[in-house]
T-cell receptor, first 114, second 109 residues
Framework: KAGVTQTPRYLIKTRGQQVTLSCSPI?????VSWYQQTPGQGLQFLFE???????NKGNFPGRFSGRQFSNSRSEMNVSTLELGDSALYLC?????????????FGEGSWLTVV | AQRVTQPEKLLSVFKGAPVELKCNYS??????LFWYVQYSRQRLQLLLR??SRESIKGFTADLNKGETSFHLKKPFAQEEDSAMYYC???????????FGRGTQLTVWP
């Protein structure tokens, strides 16, 4: 069974540019959430999607956006990149069943803004 | 509001010693609690879910609703346990995790 796949794994962008990150969840998982991980702030929640609808959104500026497609794949976009956006962006795929939530993470996309 | 607190940012023990990583939470309902582990430059890996009551790699965690705690324990630490450990909470049926700040565990030989 394939795990959570994130692409690209590494990327370098220049300030002011935009970036799109992709996440393919585990087959059958309909919920996808995104987190930003930095040494100073730890793991911060960006947003969560379920069946193409955004259910939750964290405290990030409007430059951060996302969407989910009908096949549950998700993308997140960051526009007008700033140096502080340099981070590891993690995608998590989850399935809720009678035994609760099972949540797995991808390897992440390392974004460096220069 | 939901909150997860891991009071120790750093924890060091010697190989073979018991280890306990503390986690306290605040949530008005019945949350699901998780422990995730992140080895150096690797993905976050699910270690334990309180619902399944498993023992993974010798680690156990018991949910104490009275003390609102979900401490992670291992009786004999190994060097390969050195990693960052995150306690997390999911409210109800939502898939969103609320993370603690993490505890960096170092096991010395």
């Amino acid at each position: 069974k394939a795990g959570v796949t994130q692409t690209p794994r590494y990327l370098i962008k220049t300030r002011g540019q935009q970036v799109t990150l992709s996440c393919s969840p585990i087959s059958g998982h309909r919920s996808v959430s995104w987190y930003q991980q930095t040494p100073g702030q730890g793991l911060q929640f960006l947003f969560e999607y379920f069946s193409e609808t955004q259910r939750n959104k964290g405290n990030f500026p409007g430059r951060f956006s996302g969407r989910q497609f009908s096949n549950s794949r998700s993308e997140m976009n960051v526009s007008t990149l700033e140096l502080g956006d340099s981070a590891l962006y993690l995608c998590a795929s989850s399935l809720y069943s009678g035994s609760g939530n099972t949540i797995y993470f991808g390897e992440g996309s390392w974004l460096t803004v220069v | 509001a939901q909150r997860v607190t891991q009071p120790e940012k750093l924890l060091s023990v010697f190989k073979g010693a018991p280890v306990e990583l503390k986690c306290n939470y605040s949530y008005s309902g019945s949350p699901e609690l998780f422990w995730y582990v992140q080895y150096s430059r690797q993905r976050l890996q699910l270690l334990l879910r309180h619902i399944s009551r498993e023992s993974i790699k010798g680690f156990t965690a018991d949910l104490n609703k009275g003390e609102t705690s979900f401490h992670l324990k291992k009786p004999f630490a190994q060097e390969e346990d050195s990693a960052m450990y995150y306690c997390a909470l999911v409210p109800s049926t939502l898939g969103r995790l609320y993370f603690g700040r993490g505890t960096q565990l170092t096991v010395w030989p």
